[in-house]
């Protein structure tokens, strides 16, 4: 079954302090991965995407994410939050035969401590 | 260039209503998607609409319908509503029927009371 995965419902870090965000996914097919950022009573933004090539894409805001195909894994990276990072974190799969459907994990809420 | 745009913000039905949500694609976009996400969920794929005909569809029912006009704007139809039909609905537009990034709207907040 396709699913996406986010271990961490809720993570607090200080400001400065680095972020990683899991991800992992179960995919039958190669996948296309997303992360977006959500503001509370706020639409999904895009911080980046994975489709193909260098496993390492950069993003908006600083962020960066890491496909490992061997660990079903898309991390989201950031080596220094800043309280305006604080806001709720999807991540999703879709795939070329799909139809345009995404699934997306249950999110992972950031909360940035002074 | 203007982004995704939804109407209306918030909305307030009462059970056994229906209720019509709309959505305005970003320009050059010729793909709709429609996601419900319910309180402390993540989005949850409804259907998709490319070139004004349903192009994939998730595990709704069929009283959650839509239509997608020429110029490719959207709107999602919801009969006989259910408390647990309370939620944030999302469109996406997109091109290429879907295979490419989806940008999102702001939500419309439905209330079934």
């Known amino acids: 079954a396709q699913s996406v995965t986010q271990p961490d419902i809720h993570i607090t870090v200080s400001e400065g302090a680095s972020l990683e965000l899991r991800c992992n996914y179960s995919?039958?097919?190669?996948?296309?991965l997303f992360w977006y950022v959500q503001s509370p009573g706020q639409g999904l933004q895009l911080l980046l995407k994975?489709?193909?090539?260098?496993?390492l894409v950069q993003g908006i805001k600083g962020f960066e994410a890491e496909f490992k195909r061997s660990q079903s894994s898309f991390n989201l990276r950031k080596p220094s939050v800043h309280w305006s990072d604080a806001a709720e974190y999807f991540c999703a799969v879709g795939g070329y035969n799909q139809g345009g459907k995404l699934i997306f994990g249950q999110g992972t809420e950031l909360s940035v401590k002074p | 260039e203007t982004g995704v745009t939804q109407s209306p913000t918030h909305l307030i039905k009462t059970r056994g209503q229906q209720v019509t949500l709309r959505c305005s694609s970003q320009?050059?976009?010729?793909?709709v998607s429609w996601y419900q996400q319910a309180l402390g969920q993540g989005p949850q794929f409804i259907f998709q609409y490319y070139r004004e005909e349903e192009n994939g569809r998730g595990n709704f029912p069929p009283r959650f319908s839509g239509l997608q006009f020429p110029n490719y704007s959207s709107e999602l139809n919801v009969n006989a509503l259910e408390l647990d039909d309370s939620a944030l609905y999302l469109c996406?537009?997109?091109?290429?029927?879907?295979?490419?990034?989806?940008?999102f709207g702001p939500g419309t907040r439905l209330t079934v009371l």
């Open positions: 996406a537009s997109s091109s290429s029927g879907g295979r490419d990034t989806q940008y």
């Open positions: 320009s050059g976009h010729n793909t």
């Open positions: 995919y039958g097919a190669t996948p296309y």
């Open positions: 994975y489709f193909s090539g260098d496993t």
